[in-house]
Nanobody
Framework: QVQIVESGGGLVQPGGSLRLSCTAS??????????MGWYRQPPGKERELVAT???????TYADSVKGRFTISRDNAKNTVYLQMNSLKPEDTAVYYC???????????WGQGTQVTVSS
């Protein structure tokens, strides 16, 4: 079974930056069978898409983070990153990494990492 571990969350002031990491095991993020993504769940709200990246490098972003967040990956480290700049209080959420198998459409999740944007 795919295992995913997120890290890099924390408390940051508005306007600050954080970089989240997502390391996968028992699968290769470079595989054409998997699309990787970051999601978040703000307090009291449903989980929402933040950004995705395909094995070919195609990226998509939620409108709310375009121009501020960047998803990338390092195949050698089997790690996906989410660089978050110009953070706002409304970015406060638990951030989850996801690996979607495009053949079976199954999805594996990490345990999440808390990001809090507050002065």
């Amino acid at each position: 079974q795919v295992q995913i571990v997120e890290s890099g969350g924390g408390l940051v002031q508005p306007g600050g930056s954080l970089r989240l990491s997502c390391t996968a095991s028992r699968m290769r993020i470079s595989s054409s069978f998997y699309h990787m993504g970051w999601y978040r769940q703000p307090p009291g709200k449903e989980r929402e898409l933040v950004a995705t990246i395909t094995s070919g490098g195609t990226t998509t972003y939620a409108d709310s983070v375009k121009g501020r967040f960047t998803i990338s990956r390092d195949n050698a480290k089997n790690t996906v990153y989410l660089q978050m700049n110009s953070l706002k209080p409304e970015d406060t959420a638990v951030y989850y990494c996801s690996a979607r198998n495009v053949l079976s459409n199954s999805r594996d999740w990490g345990q999440g990492t808390q990001v809090t944007v507050s002065s």
